[in-house]
């Protein structure tokens, strides 16, 4: 349903001009409910931890309405336990919900200023004063790092001087940011996890606005994946580096 919600939302994106779209809808589909005087029982069919990014509405994005997903918001999607212990509350509570997903987007700027910290140092002095904003871009860090690793680990150390490296990064730090907050999140809820509760990430493209991941053949792998273990991540970052995408960005 998120996948098929999804295709329509990106298809909206293809219309040209001042194209209008009226949908006819009741109050029930648009989940509020439709009995008057009383509150619609909150089942959810998934949660997703997704970022604080206003360009990033989940509901929409995947064409849900109210009460159709559990959506945790936080700039950079990073897993805190502010965002565990809301997780927790649905996983435990709400029967209806059959999916745990993290979904990340191109071009954050939480992301960003990981990258940014993270390739001129000096530039983190003035932001470590900032204590909460620090907390974000710490979480983040590594994911930045294993990205860098993994691109001078392929392409060779002179990347860093080719003009897409910047963008590569970013773009590539992401991806390895939503994954790592899915494995640690597929770790956490392990014992909910199985033939009723699934766990999946994705990373919504702010050009296409497809959820997906990039992939060796084509720019944007359309859906959501099971998140990658542990062990299985160093060849995940590296095939996050060789895909089209990102060697897109490289130029
Ligand atoms: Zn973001």
């Known amino acids: 349903m998120l996948h098929m919600g999804n295709s ?101 700027g939480a992301v960003q200023a990981a990258v940014d910290a993270y390739i001129s140092p000096n530039a983190y002095l003035g932001l470590s004063a900032n204590l909460p904003l620090r907390r974000i871009v710490d979480t983040i860090v590594p994911a930045v790092h294993g990205a860098d690793v993994a691109l001078r680990g392929h392409y060779g150390p002179d990347v860093v001087l080719r003009s897409g490296y910047r963008a590569a990064l970013l773009d590539a730090a992401v991806v390895v940011n939503a994954a790592i907050a899915a494995d640690a999140m597929q770790r956490i809820f392990s014992e909910h996890l199985g033939e009723r509760l699934g766990a999946a990430f994705g990373v919504y493209d702010l050009t296409s606005r497809l959820v997906g991941l990039p992939d060796l053949q084509m720019d944007w792998r359309h859906g959501l994946f099971p998140p990658p273990e542990e062990q299985q991540m160093p060849e995940f970052v590296d095939a996050v580096v060789r895909s089209l995408h990102v060697r897109g960005l490289l130029g």
């Open 8 to 108: 329509a939302f990106a298809e909206m994106g293809r219309a040209v001009g001042d194209h209008r779209y009226v949908i006819p809808i009741t109050a029930e589909e648009l989940g509020l409910g439709n009995r008057p005087g009383e509150a619609p029982a909150q089942e959810p069919m998934a949660v997703v931890l997704g970022c604080a990014d206003s360009r990033v509405p989940l509901e929409l994005v995947f064409s849900q309405s109210a009460n159709d997903l559990f959506a945790v918001r936080v700039a950079g999607n990073i897993l805190g336990s502010d965002c565990v212990g809301s997780m927790d509350y649905a996983v435990t509570h709400l029967p209806s919900v059959r999916l745990l997903a993290v979904v990340g987007h191109t071009g954050c």
